[in-house]
């Protein structure tokens, strides 16, 4: 067990087949503890309309559920909104009161408005709004949560952050992605910035993993096909990787002691190589 007594927070989680569900399992098999959090109305979420506080408490009710029947009692949840300054702070400074410090952070939110039922808006039409929007939630946060974390004293030191990829960060896929492909670009080159000045902070390691086309999480449902996956299947040398071949990948990051750091490290059974 290479992660006994050892805790990780978890975002991204919407359901048992998110692919940050898998990661945290993989966890708990190696002893360590897991803090999911989701999104869930807060006392930092003003004017918000009695519509959208029933779609945020349903949001995190399904969540609480999902992570209590899949990862068990032990498996903390907190509501945190990664575009809030004000959140995050409270987060960070709660962990503190209760004495509990973060070996490491799994990034695994992102969302783009421009995706809505499979169609994908060409990147000339993403409006400015949009844009910032999903670099905002996408990319932006990993700054955010980390800098929160680190400087309430929480994030231990040689502690481990591992943020979720796709290889339309670097190359213009056969299924569209546009606005989504941009703020992977910058996820990856703001993991790469953290790895320099954390890992002269503190020993913290950043890496970043680019996984396959995955049509089980509700991010690729939006997006994808069974005809996309069949299509990397094809082209990848081993075939698709699965979303046990990233929850292992993970934990080989999160392992303690290691000196893995500014990578982008590809989870995707080859595809990369393929032109």
Known sequence: MILKKRTYLITGIADEYSLAMYAAKAIIAEGGKVICTGLGVSSFHQNLSERAKAYLNKTFDDFRQSIKMHLGNEASTEIL??????????????????????????????????????????????????FCE?????????????????????LNPGASICALSYIAAEKVTFHPYRNMSIAKAALERIVIELADEMGRHNGTRVNAIRFSTYLGSKAGAATLTEKDVSTSDNISPLGNATPIDLANEVVHLFRPDSRITGEIRHVDGGYHIMG
């Open 81 to 130: 909104d990664v575009t809030l300054d004000e959140n995050i702070e409270f987060f960070s400074n709660d962990l503190l009161k209760k004495n509990i410090n973060i070996d490491g952070i799994l990034h695994a939110v992102a969302m783009d408005k421009t995706i809505r039922n499979k169609k994908v808006k060409p990147l000339l039409e993403v409006t400015l709004n949009e």
């Open 134 to 154: 999903t670099l905002d939630v996408s990319a932006f946060s990993l700054i955010r949560l980390t800098n929160s974390l680190f400087k309430s004293g929480v």
